[in-house]
């Protein structure tokens, strides 16, 4: 079974922090995800990396940065975290287009609040 | 133009067929439709995803209208753990990204 795994369900940092989620997965797929989940709104698409050290921008790109230094590793970075990234993260992976279904595999999910 | 619409919220009785809408009337002819579904505090699943014909597996049908714009998800007997917000998606089969809209919040009902 696919196993993607984040590092921490629960965090809380202060505004202005410097937090870094990070997410592994262990199925040796290409993409990798970043979401966010807030009520109403659905998961909206932040970040992505389709290789190492490749990122393109999802919908929602602004104040955060990703970093993709080996295949199984994509991190989330908030510079200066703000109040407004209050909010459930959730990574995700999957192959390459055209090897299977594009099904993407979740973790659990990353609770962060920003006091 | 939102590209999945969904019912914000539907109830099922336990045992009943449930049947969740998404219309999805810009899509492409290369996109394929996907659902998931996130049970409370954990990740979203996979579901189900089709292109043009109807899809069943273990798990749900799709049902897909001729002219794509519209899809039904069904789950045959609806159990009380089917409870969960189910998400209806769209990509291209080259494309890497899934966008998600706000989903349906299914309560299975006893």
């Known amino acids: 079974d696919v196993k993607v795994t984040q590092s921490s369900r629960y965090l809380v940092k202060r505004t202005g922090e410097k937090v870094f989620l990070e997410c592994v997965q262990d199925m040796d797929h290409e993409n990798m995800f970043w979401y966010r989940q807030d009520p109403g709104l659905g998961l909206r698409l932040i970040y992505f990396?389709?290789?190492?050290?490749?990122?393109e921008k999802g919908d929602i790109p602004e104040g955060y940065s990703v970093s993709r230094e080996k295949k199984e590793r994509f991190s989330l970075i908030l510079e200066s975290a703000s109040t407004n990234q209050t909010s459930m993260y959730l990574c995700a992976s999957s192959l390459r287009p055209g090897l299977n279904t594009g099904e993407l595999f979740f973790g659990e999910g990353s609770r962060l609040t920003v006091l | 133009d939102a590209k999945t619409t969904q019912p914000p919220s539907m109830d099922c009785a336990e045992g009943r067929a449930a049947n969740l809408p998404c219309n999805h009337s810009?899509?492409?002819?290369?996109?394929?439709v996907y659902w998931y579904r996130q049970i409370h505090s954990q990740g979203p699943q996979y579901i189900i995803h089709?292109?043009?014909n109807n899809e069943t597996n273990e798990m749900a049908s799709l049902i897909i209208t001729e002219d794509r714009k519209s899809s039904t998800l069904i789950l045959p007997h609806a159990t009380l753990r089917d409870t969960a917000v189910y998400y209806c998606?769209?990509?291209?089969?080259?494309?890497?990204?899934?966008?998600f809209g706000s989903g349906t919040q299914l309560t299975v009902l006893p």
């Open positions: 998606s769209r990509k291209s089969g080259s494309a890497r990204q899934l966008t």
């Open positions: 810009t899509i492409s002819g290369n996109e394929y």
């Open positions: 089709g292109l043009k």
């Open positions: 990396s389709y290789d190492v050290k490749m990122k």
